[in-house]
């Protein structure tokens, strides 16, 4: 070993011991004769103190940032104690020091504050890594997953591993394939999930499975999401919704105590889905903060058992509303008092490209009682205020409306209520707040195909009620323009979403456990049933053999350590990330192969 | 919840309680007016008395083997206990019951001992999964799993995750590669380990890392071998040899007593390189019994420092011996008395193409003290006295001696003794001896290309004393003939296996951490400059800033499993494994990809 100690443990009342440390150099302070310097490790940081003699040994053979050093002294308290760090009452007087490697000077400073941009910090990603920033993120990551496996473990899941080549069965995203020598022509897919293989599990009897483990999906790459990413992947056998709900938010609520000392006592909140389209404009609620929106007006087909409240801005002649599918409101608190070069900000923010409106409406509920609108000329201050009460808007509020089409506007306004969160100080890195989603529809329309497709997947469970519905009906949508009417539209999934701070960090569902109910779910989808067969076959086939009742759930790793982190980005939780093209830049991959891997693959490049 | 209980947890103190069961239908015995139901579920079986008018209901909906089934009732003391099952004291008085799903027959029997043959269990492994058998496999892999997590986090290792999706750097093994869509003409690998970015992240200050973690080679199978298998892989910095080896040997001593309870109290004895391919014929050998190897005769390269003493056998005119370049033997504790039958078998044994010698001469020592041989006209009584005690026989054993090529010879001697070792009961599954193998040659000479190829890998320092012969010294053979007399035929590797009752578990070695050596090495193995920074540029790059000492260690979980679980094969602790044909009978994978798949990744085939 080339250490006794490590840089981050010795205190006071290791005085007088003599110690060996190693660890990367930080700094190199000269005070006249003497050397300070800062010795860093993976545990902290030890002031090295070079006395005269060993300065001038220093000399000789000069300290650069991050040499690697090995240093041989006594510890001894200091006369000048630091207080912002473990090891700052004492200092090593160092009697003996050895260069284990030298270091060119690095791109960028290992800081916390870097002055790396996001380009050069990935191609010198070991470096980056050196960061203490950085560090704290892997070490995060690595307790939610100890966490996690504790839990699991203390409740008799196993984890079980999943084969990575597999077949590919397009369906929903695109595989990522590798092409197989000892097969000639013939392709494996690495899994997007172990979703059949963890069904499988549950067929073969071992009725609490689990795994921390990486899927694949070829995408093209929004901002913050990886070809390869981690899931949290569980499955049980015998159970319900409600036993799965209560399984894993205690798995949440027990990462919150283990990794962040929180206990979280509050029960967690439960939402339908269609009330959170409703109330919020999305399936992902923030519910840190209020402002719930106002339905002012909006399509029948959409939300068919709400009322229409229309009422309240129909028949002032304001074109912009009367011509809108759908006008939505919401009141941020405190922001009656809002300048006009405020308002206009806010216009041009619901302008931009991203979010997509024309305009913005807006009341403020003045303090002193009255109204004030941009559209005053069309609405008397008595509608307004009604406008305003049906936002649940409170004396120096600030209402803003939106108008338009319904699925823009809906999502416009989505966003608007999470910006004014953020800018009002609603949304705390370090305040959590937990909600299950339920009753999603358990169908979309593909209006291309004018089929059905999955909304979740394809093995997930109707609701126990509308199992009949889907058995004893045809699938196929005889009349496009009303496919709405079909019974298949209203069918709700057995599934859930669990949602931390408006983002969705794992969703699951119960599964079809019956061959016949499998089967109709795929011939819905467009399947044929050769097609079926080919492709599932070996899952239709283990239903046969007693298949239990089942559900389960995945959660995305990466995201679940990136919002426990406070961070919006997934990639500061990764050690080796990809950029947006899919692209490590520090290894440079993808690359070419060998013309002799081509040969012994036969495969050939098409390029166009 | 559709249980109250499992299977597996009624006892005698439940009696009189109202519970509910979930499982599958073991057997079902009807005596007269009533039925008894074994019901399985993963944690054992559960006795079932179905009365009169249960039994009466069973008959309109009859269950059969495999079935679905959940049982309400009250727990009851048995007339007729059973002891051989955890609940044999109890059964339950069904007072209701659901069969939850069917099941058609199961193409084999779900028992220990089961009718079905490899090819069918492997089509329905769903099924075979739920064999006690299996499950115990995949029981204690998972054992294993959590007994490592837990000695590696006590003692500070951090789980990182590495990248899949790597860049193909083919170097002993071949790759699998992934077409990248979004990069066309270029292609990522699949790791075959994670060696550069365990490096990485020792330069990245990481000390100490550890991975469970899937891996991948595109080799032809062998049996037994598994295109994608699973490593324990570890890594640590500021470390020797020493500290390595008793850090791991004390995880396989937590992992012996965890998961099988054994105290596994003796010193982990240490033999390096030459002593065991001397004594053992091979680098991994079984120390559970002695029957150690007596060089009679070898070629003088093979082990320089070793005195040959062909005296013994020289002078005889037996053709055989002095034709033969190598002549080694072993004793065979007890077998004196081998018929000429049993002589003649162990003949043909070792005249089997697998082993490929072409006879095997015999030497009894009889009880009586004489001695006889299938040589007796070549050699005195005297003589073969003196050739078995060389070997170490004593009265009542059986010397066998092989004679041929060096290597074939050697490696046949080998097998023989664990052969024989096997036959005689000295290899027993419940007797687990730790080794660890040292100093093994750095370089194996390549004779097809006249260079040096890594024994163990690119990146394995070499013993601190050799760096300088390695640095100071062309690696270019000049004289193929005389390759032994190059300096580099010398050099020892800072390499380690751990070998378990003559299996090799794990391997590792003290790593190069400075950009020149790692050069030279490159260099060694006939890596052109330009190809070693397309290669491992970002290594080499690393190397730069500050890279720590390190070593570290990977060990073969499949193999660690299969042999702490008492089986030849791997194949039984994967949960779902593939054939020798790199096929997942199961899935039908790999199969064929789409066009569109193949336009979207702009690749064709190329069939031959």
Known sequence: MYRSHTCGELKNQHSGQSVTLAGWVQTVRKFGAITFVDLRDRYGITQLLFGEEMSAQLDAQPL?????LQAKGKVSERSSKNANIPTGDIEIVVSEFSILNKSATPPFTIQDDTDGGDDIRMKYRFLDLRRNAVKKNLELRYAVSRSTRNYLHENNFMD????????????????????????????????????????????????RYYQIVKCFRDEDLRADRQPEFTQIDCEMAFVEQEDILNMFENLIKRIFKDVKGIDYTDKVERMNWEDAMWNYGNDKPDIRFGMKISNLKFPSHTFPSQKNISALIDGANFAVFDGAETVLAIAAPGCSEYTRKQTDELTEWVKRPQIGMKGLVYIKCNTDGTFKSSVDKFYSEEKLKAIAESADAKSGDLVLVLAGAEERTRKATSELRLEMGKRLGFRKDDEFRLLWVLDFPLFEYAEEDNRWVAR??????????????????????????????????????????????????????????????????????????EESLHKFGFLLGAFEYGAPPHGGIAFGFDRLCSILGGSESIRDFIAFPKNNSGRDVMLDAPGPIDEKQFEELQIKLNLK
Not at 64 to 68: I, L, S, Y
Not at 161 to 172: A, D, H, R, W
């Open 64 to 68: 650069g940032r991050e040499f690697v």
């Open 160 to 207: 079980i591993e999943t084969p990575f080549l597999i077949k590919s069965t397009p369906e929903g995203a695109r595989d990522f394939v590798v092409p197989s020598r000892m097969n000639a022509g013939q392709f494996y897919a690495l899994p997007q999930s172990p979703q059949t293989f963890k069904q499988l599990l549950m067929v073969s009897g071992y009725d």
């Open 456 to 529: 979740h997947h394809p093995f997930t469970s109707p609701k126990p009620s509308d199992i009949e519905v889907m058995i004893n009906n045809n699938p196929v949508i005889e009349n496009a323009a009303e496919y709405l009417k079909h019974p298949y539209a209203n069918i709700k999934a057995n599934a859930y979403d669990m949602v931390l701070n408006g983002n969705e960090i794992g969703g699951g569902s119960i599964r079809i456990f019956q061959r016949g109910l499998q089967e109709k779910m795929f011939a819905a989808l467009g399947m044929s049933e």
